[in-house]
């Protein structure tokens, strides 16, 4: 028994120092890299970045009555430089589907027109037109914008965007029915006055006509939103986007139908197309090249 304490004892005291030694290394503190991100984050840098475009929303034009809202479209793409991790400037091409709708009516009824007087012969008198009309109009797009985005690092970023946009219209279409109204006034025999008779409806089909659109024009466009980190190499960039052409979408001259002798212009009034206007929700994706 005293044998098998003194061969406890001298094992024990034996491993000591390896025990030690193994604490003390145990101990250590390993220190792990710094400020490395992990492979799989999004890091906003320096250089070049494409940018596929989907966008969508309402546009409804701006100086006149009766307008309705329509559909606005927009698709494409552009090349970004980022001058740092954030700030950046960007060009590229898109297609611009823009519509809206168009209602005037300024027909009288027969209690506001005054009855003719005299000897005259039955009379005919003009008593206005309606018009039921949904525009389209298609444009290839060239946009020079400016971005900034506030995060870098793989984080939720406050995103902001602003330029101007050249279009440059490539189709213009018209679809929908303009009516003119005449009311005829007839004078019984031996009366010297006029009585309201009749009246008559006349009907175009203005479908296939081709707007007098205006060919050129420019348009301010602004976006805010937040951009996304999706992987190491992209992004996604969701936007609201307003935006104003600056010219008018075109004078008119030639959106008109002939009842007779009269010329009624379907836009309601001649020489007036108004400043076009969209509100739409873009999304972009941000390739790292």
């Not at 206005?128 to 444009?139: E, I, L, P, V």
């Not at 213009?172 to 309201?196: K, L």
Request: aromatic letters at 16%; hydrophobic letters at 40%.
């Amino acid at each position: 028994m005293f044998k098998l304490f003194k061969t406890f004892l001298f094992l024990f005291f034996f491993s000591l120092p390896f025990c030690t030694t193994v604490s003390a290394q145990n101990n250590f503190p390993i220190e792990e890299p710094a400020n490395e991100p992990k492979g799989d984050i999004f890091l906003l840098q320096k250089g070049i970045y494409i940018n596929p475009i989907v966008s969508g929303g309402v546009g409804i034009p701006y100086g006149g009555s009766g307008f309705k809202s329509g559909l606005v479209v927009n698709g494409g793409g552009d090349f970004c430089y980022m001058f740092s991790s954030h700030f950046g400037v960007s060009a590229g091409a898109q297609y611009e589907y823009y519509s809206f709708g168009y209602k005037y009516s300024n027909n009288n009824s027969t209690k506001d027109i005054p009855a003719p007087s005299g000897s005259a012969a039955d009379t005919a008198v003009f008593g206005g037109g309606n018009t039921t009309a949904r525009y389209n109009f298609q444009y290839i797009r060239i946009p020079v914008l400016f971005r900034y985005i506030s995060s870098s690092s793989g984080k939720l970023g406050f995103y902001v965007e602003g330029g101007a946009t050249a279009d440059i219209l490539v189709h213009a279409g018209v679809s929908g029915s303009i009516s003119e109204t005449v009311y005829v006034f007839q004078r019984a025999g031996g009366s010297p006055s006029f009585g309201y008779s009749y009246s008559s409806k006349k009907d175009a089909d203005i479908t296939g006509v081709t707007p007098d659109a205006a060919k050129f024009n420019i348009a301010v466009h602004l976006g805010i939103g937040a951009m996304i980190p999706a992987g190491e190499h992209l992004a996604i960039v969701i936007a609201y986007c307003p935006e104003i052409k600056l010219m008018n979408g075109g004078v008119g001259d030639n959106d008109v139908v002939s009842f007779n002798s009269s010329k009624y212009y379907f836009y309601g009034q001649k020489s007036n197309y108004g400043s076009f206007i969209s509100n739409s929700i873009v999304i972009k994706w941000l390739f790292k090249l």
